[in-house]
């Protein structure tokens, strides 16, 4: 076993900004360590209480929409190299599904999100604080390529979506946590410099 804290990278943006590949990028160039991904995605609100009609209501882009308590106490836990049972979030019924995904610990947890720069107690267990920033068009086009290709949806319905909810929620809470970043990565995975360099970064890290 060894002796040493976990390392916590956290990766944040906004949606459609290359969070997502900049992760796997890191995860990917250490294939022969111990290494984990843990998106806030995983851990969105029960909503088991309410009516359906009521959960289609949800913004998932606002910071109330997480069980970050419960983020936070599984961190700890893996922090503590102790195993967790991670939610898994039903997008079809809009409430955690009854189904976990049993997670072991790891030396170095990539913790993926849009907001988990937002509250002080996750930055405070991360020992890398990423912001992935992309311009609002090419984060649209992204937005819309995925949800027309991935997730059935219409153009109408992806760019009002967009407009009323995910836009203003990006500049009022995701934007303003870029000033709590360690490292700020322009264009996402297509940025092969500041990846490699945050890279180098970790596997000193992981020597010391």
């Known amino acids: 076993m060894t002796t040493h804290r976990p390392i916590i990278i956290g990766v944040t943006g906004g949606s459609g900004s290359g969070k997502t590949s900049v992760s796997r990028a890191i995860f990917n160039h250490f ?5 984990m991904m ?6 969105y609100k029960n909503q088991s209480h309410l009516a359906f009609e009521e959960r ?35 997008y079809v019924r ?25 509250d002080e107690r996750l930055r ?3 020992d890398i604080k990423i912001y992935v920033d992309t311009d609002d068009d090419i984060r649209i086009i992204r937005r819309i ?40 990565v322009p264009e996402g995975g297509e940025n092969h410099v500041a990846i490699d360099l945050i890279n180098t970064k970790v596997e000193k890290i992981l020597s010391m």
């Open 38 to 43: 843990l998106e806030h995605d995983s851990y």
């Open 31 to 35: 294939p022969d360590h111990s290494i």
């Open 94 to 118: 809009h409430t955690r599904s009854e189904e976990t995904v049993h997670q072991e610990p790891r030396e170095v947890i990539i913790l993926e999100g849009i907001l988990i720069l937002e």
């Open 124 to 126: 405070d267990l991360m």
């Open 145 to 184: 390529k995925r949800d027309i290709e991935e997730r059935g949806r219409t153009l109408d319905s992806v760019i009002e979506q967009y407009l009323t909810v995910v836009k203003p929620m990006y500049h009022q809470f995701i934007e303003p946590t870029k000033r709590y970043a360690d490292v700020i």
């Open 56 to 90: 289609l209501k949800t913004n998932y882009d606002h910071p109330l929409a997480f069980d970050t308590d419960l983020m936070i106490d599984h961190l700890q836990q893996l922090l503590n190299y102790e195993a967790i049972e991670k939610p898994v979030y039903d």
